[in-house]
């Protein structure tokens, strides 16, 4: 089942910090983070195994709650090369299979 | 460059028709995975291979169907294609990190159905 993102969309100012959330209905293995820039294929950003950690990319990390089955992304000061769309991709746990299912993507704005 | 090579980019065809879309993985990758996006659905899963089988199966319609080849590359063959078969179809190959598997995206290939 795909997981939930929210909000749909967000537009920042340089400097600016934004959340980006991630919500499934099952229980999670592990949640998945790419950006996607206009034009461009998805790039992988970070992964986060079920154990609550967070995680650190440059300015950007993650966390993962575990019993909730969310996540959440965190952008603090934001920068224009930010810009993109990003989704999260969740493994479901018990899957027999490898099998990544994404959400519908939080498209992020920033401006000058 | 992710190293994940995907032909053509772009195909416009008509209604009924059927397309081959071709994938060749990272150097080393034996997974190939093939996703559909659309404006609406965002990043939608349709099949996995790993080595030349099957490893698991998304919402990939009966009209749709995959083969990877001994030498790894992949195709994905639409048939009787309709207007809602327009999107961007992604080819990814991925890396197991220990932590979980890496996607590596190709370029997507746009397919048009007019």
């Known amino acids: 089942q795909q997981p939930v993102q929210s909000p749909q969309a967000v537009i920042l100012r340089e400097g600016e910090d934004a959340v980006i959330n991630c919500s499934s209905s099952k229980a999670l293995y592990s949640v998945h983070w790419y950006r996607q820039k206009h034009g461009e294929a998805p790039v992988f950003l970070m992964i986060?195994?079920?154990?609550?950690e967070q995680k650190g990319h440059e300015k950007i990390s993650a966390s993962f709650n575990e019993k909730k089955q969310q996540s959440s992304l965190y952008l603090t000061a934001s920068q224009l090369s930010y810009s993109g769309t990003y989704f999260c991709g969740t493994e479901v746990s018990g899957g027999s299979n490898y099998k990544l299912t994404f959400g519908k993507g939080t498209l992020l704005t920033v401006n000058p | 460059d992710s190293g994940v090579t995907q032909t053509p980019k772009h195909l416009i065809t008509a209604t009924g028709q059927r397309v081959t879309l071709r994938c060749s993985p990272r150097?080393?990758?034996?997974?190939v995975y093939w996703y559909q996006q659309s404006l609406d659905q965002g990043l939608q899963f349709l099949i996995q291979?790993?080595?030349?089988?099957?490893?698991a199966k998304g919402n990939i319609l009966e009209r749709f169907s995959a083969q990877q080849f001994p030498d790894l590359h992949s195709e994905l063959n639409l048939s009787s294609l309709e207007l809602g078969d327009s999107a961007l179809y992604f080819c990814?190959?991925?890396?197991?990190?220990?932590?979980?598997?890496?996607?590596?995206f190709g370029s997507g290939t746009q397919l048009s159905v007019l």
């Open positions: 150097s080393g990758d034996l997974s």
């Open positions: 990814a190959s991925s890396v197991e990190t220990g932590t979980g598997e890496k996607l590596f």
């Open positions: 291979y790993y080595n030349g089988e099957e490893r």
């Open positions: 986060l195994l079920k154990g609550g």
